[in-house]
């Protein structure tokens, strides 16, 4: 184990990846169903030997291996811990761990479940990106010698759209910390958060044509670190739509009023402000300069 | 019809000597005519094949005129620069009227009831070179220039219309920059021995001695106060240079020994009180909230090769002479404040009395202002006060806020969620229609059911499938075809894939056709029957587009093609748009003149 010896030194090639798996019961009890896409079982099956993967390009790379529940968010496996032995001959002993921990989280997710009548369906992506962050953080703050952390979104369910403010907060804290966060797709959509998230802190997008091979994809485009990967030539995403939706009919709009106060988006001109109470109104000029008129484009 | 006769040597190039006679200048051609008779140097030239005129600089070695072709020209040397000047002046009206004359005829041709001939515009000698240089700076101007000027699609007012701006800027850029000092020392008054006597010769040119002046102010107060009353010029002078001779020779004992008899001498070799009054002056004045640590780091003279060494072992100790001594930094740092100063006076060199006059006026007017800048000093007080500022002594900054206030940010979190359920909808949802008879219960219940298999059971093995490997391989490998990389920035790298020729006429293609859309545009409303006939023109010229569009796009090879017509599809509908919109016009004048026509 690379447990953390103050005298070691960081090459630029180490690498914390942090991984957040997406343990969403709904998406994966369908993708269960669907022939074409992997069941939770193949999911990890190729998940665990990419960490391990990883683990193996460097004797100090780092892995942290983070749940995405839909009630709740936990760490499951941090390789720079101590770790007891206690291989079974069926497989190495830190895949055991994993299994077990994930277990338990799954059956803590469901007891949370029960007790929240207000069941959202949708994976709680921002908790684990915050929860990935703050761990990068810890390791920021530990010492001036540290790996490059970078944080590796697997997501399947599709985007939580309640989540919108949070996972842009953690999107942009990423990026002041100069955190890629690359993200992998399983679902049948492309995800707009992880397309923005990808975008801004310089992370690869990728939406694997061909689930089966989720190995072959992880190893070939997620797997190098982030001085190498300036020498390979990976895929470049799609367009991604950075529009908004406006706060009064939820369309998604190309054009609209920005309230100059609490930057809430309209896609008509309004005499106050629905969500801060501003008033527009004060005077004709008043209403021509606080109102401007952006233009957004998608980029598709 | 003028006419300018002007002897010259008729060259080849310029090295050769050239062969004497005259030159002839109409306004259609010009003529050159050898003195001898038997050489075959005889020139009978239209200035029409003249492309531009190229021609030496004044006070160069040798007055030359260069009227250039296509490729190649002819070089004439004349006599003296004025000759040169007169001709060369000739060459820019005719070159000038000619080009407008070319564009202009066509011009009558498409237009006859033109009401105002543009082409007349008189236009500068400065003015034409400017545009001139301008394309000659530049081939893609040039191109559109030729395309468009040359063939009479645009005249030459209409194309530099749109070009002011690129006009005006090279106009000042041109006239704005002052050559400032040279930055090499004025060591360059070297002494000049001839070895057999013992004369020691330096020359002062006007330039030097206004340096001299600049840098050193006691030579200049000195030569204020002593020329011409208490000596002439070139005594003053003599005298400087001897001065400066004991100096170079690091003589310090005799440079005190001659200026214990001679006071006038002195001067030069004691250390400069104004100079040294100066720098008090200017350090009283120093930012006292400037870092100096801020540049600590920008310190390199422990570097090798770096900084001045001096052994030390001839710079005798003696005090008492103290005074008659210049270290070098000294020198160094006062030619450096002279050179960052600038030069700032606006008198033609030439006369030393001049010059020195007017130096003294603008140091006095310098001064002058620096003593009535109160402003000056109460900024800097200001400005100390604030960044020596205790920030614990100081009141709370209140600045008249009002809080933000969110009514309910859940108004915001809800509108997201709605609007993104309602996107999941449109892109077929359907995980999510299944999701939804599904109950909490039996999903995680098949969740943890396939974790206890995997521990079971174990992983899958293998998990790389040789067939699904391929195609993962494949995807992943093949940039190009895959639809992951149709991205942004993709449009460049279509551009970059394309052979050079290719990309080069595609952009081409875009420049010109912009350029005649602005034109287009511009012109509309149209009010004039000048404009109505410009319209017509640049309508004809973009309807001329289609054809060489699509010959371009089919003769690309197959792989090609596709990428081309992506690229060349904006720029037809770009010109279809333009099109449509003189049909319409044109209808619509149609119909509204018919109710004029009845009644």
């Known amino acids: 184990m690379a447990s953390a010896a103050p005298t070691k030194l960081y090459a630029d090639d180490v690498s914390l990846v942090v991984v957040l798996i997406d343990t969403n019961p709904f998406f994966w009890t369908t993708s269960e169903k669907n022939s074409s896409s992997l069941s939770f079982a193949d999911f990890i099956s190729h998940v665990l030997p990419f960490l391990n993967a990883i683990m193996l390009l460097n004797q100090l790379n780092q892995v942290v291996l983070i749940a995405t529940g839909v009630n709740s968010c936990e760490y499951i496996y941090d390789s720079s811990l101590p770790h007891q032995q206690s291989a079974d001959g069926k497989m190495p002993a830190f895949y055991s761990e994993i299994l077990t921990k994930l277990e338990q989280f799954v059956s803590k997710d469901q007891r949370l479940a029960k007790n929240d009548s207000s069941l959202t369906m949708s994976s709680l992506l921002s908790g684990s990106l915050s929860l990935a962050l703050c761990y990068i953080q810890k390791i920021f703050r530990a010492g001036p010698l540290h790996p490059q952390p970078r944080i590796l979104c697997l997501q399947g369910s599709p985007d939580g759209p309640e989540q919108y403010v949070g996972i842009m907060n953690a999107i942009f804290s990423a990026q002041r910390s100069m955190i890629p966060i690359d993200s992998c797709v399983l679902g049948t959509q492309n995800s707009a958060f992880l397309q923005q998230a990808s975008h801004i802190t310089g992370g690869i997008y990728q939406k694997p044509a061909y689930p089966d091979g989720l190995f072959q994809y992880l190893s070939a485009v997620f797997a190098t670190d982030l001085q190498s990967r300036s020498f390979l030539r990976l895929p470049k995403p799609p367009g991604v739509d950075f529009r908004a939706s406006c706060f009064c009919h939820k369309k998604t709009i190309d054009m609209g009023y920005i309230c100059s106060v609490c930057l809430s988006i309209f896609c008509k001109h309004h005499k106050k402000c629905s969500t801060c109470g501003s008033n527009f109104n004060q005077s004709q000029q008043d209403a021509s300069s606080t109102l401007d008129h952006k233009r957004k484009t998608p980029e598709a | ?411 915001y979190f809800d509108s997201q969620q709605a609007n993104a359920l309602r996107a999941l909808g449109d892109a077929g949802g359907g995980p999510k229609a299944a999701n939804c008879d599904l109950s909490p219960e039996k999903a995680f219940e098949s969740l943890s059911q396939q974790i206890l298999k995997l521990k079971a059971v174990g992983l899958d093995d293998p998990i790389v499938k040789p067939e699904v490997s391929l195609k993962v391989m494949n995807t992943l490998a093949q940039p190009s075809g895959d639809k992951f990389f149709l991205g942004k920035d993709s449009q460049d790298e279509v551009l970059d894939r394309l052979p050079h020729g290719t990309r080069e006429e595609l952009l081409h293609h875009w420049k010109s056709i912009e350029e005649l859309l602005r034109h287009f545009w511009s012109s509309y409303p149209i009010t004039t029957a000048y404009l109505y006939a410009k319209v017509d023109r640049l309508k004809d010229a973009l309807s001329k587009t289609y054809p060489k569009l699509e010959a371009l796009r089919d003769s690309m090879q197959s792989d090609y093609r596709n990428q081309v017509g992506l690229l060349v599809r904006p720029m037809l509908q770009a010109v279809d748009a333009a099109l449509a919109h003189a049909e319409s016009e044109k209808r619509s004048t149609k119909t509204g003149a018919r109710p004029n026509g009845l009644s």
Not at chain 2, 286 to 305: N, R
């Open chain 2, 1 to 411: 019809m003028a006419v300018v006769n002007m002897r010259a040597k008729y060259k080849v190039n310029t090295k050769t000597p050239g062969v004497p006679g005259v030159l002839k200048m109409t306004d259609e051609k010009f003529t050159f005519n050898p003195n001898d008779p038997r050489t075959s140097a005889k020139l009978d030239v239209g200035f029409r094949s003249i492309k531009g005129h190229k021609f030496s600089k004044e006070g160069s070695k040798l007055a030359l005129l260069n009227l250039t072709l296509e490729e190649g020209g002819y070089i004439f040397e004349f006599d003296n620069f004025s000759d040169r000047n007169t001709c060369r002046d000739f060459v820019a009206k005719v070159l000038g009227k000619l080009q407008t004359v070319s564009s202009g005829k066509e011009d009558a041709k498409v237009v006859s009831e033109k009401p105002v001939p543009l082409f007349d515009e008189q236009l500068s000698t400065a003015e034409m070179e400017r545009r001139m240089k301008l394309l000659q700076e530049d081939s893609e101007l040039q191109k559109l220039h030729k395309q468009f000027v040359m063939s009479g699609v645009l005249t030459e007012a209409e194309f530099w219309a749109t070009r002011k701006k690129l006009l005006n800027s090279e106009a000042s850029r041109s006239s704005k920059q002052r050559v400032g000092f040279k930055s090499t020392m004025l060591a360059d008054v070297r002494p000049l021995t001839d070895g057999r006597t013992n004369k020691v010769t330096f020359s002062l040119t006007p330039e030097i001695i206004h340096q001299i002046f600049a840098e050193k102010p006691a030579v200049h107060q000195a030569f204020l106060k002593f020329v011409p009353n208490k000596m002439t010029e070139k005594n003053f002078w003599t005298k400087y240079c001897r001065a400066e001779y004991l100096h170079r020779t690091k003589n310090s004992l005799a440079a005190a020994a001659e200026a214990a008899e001679d006071e006038e001498l002195a001067v030069f070799l004691k250390h400069d009180d104004i100079l040294a009054s100066e720098a008090r002056r200017k350090i009283r004045r120093v930012d006292p909230t400037l870092d100096m640590a801020a540049d600590v780091g920008d310190d390199y003279l422990h570097l090798p090769d770096h900084g001045i060494l001096r052994d030390g072992i001839k710079e005798s100790n003696d005090a008492e002479h103290e005074h008659y001594k210049r270290t070098l930094s000294q020198d160094l740092n006062r030619h450096a404040a002279v050179v960052l100063e600038g030069r700032t006076l606006d008198v033609e060199l030439g006369d030393t009395r001049t010059v020195a006059e007017a130096l003294a006026r603008s140091k006095q007017g310098e001064l002058s202002a620096e003593a009535s800048d109160d402003n000056a000093s109460w900024r800097q007080s200001e400005r100390v006060s604030r960044m020596t500022e205790i920030e614990d002594l100081q009141g709370p900054r209140g600045l008249p806020i009002a809080s933000l206030c969110i009514k309910d940010p859940r108004d």
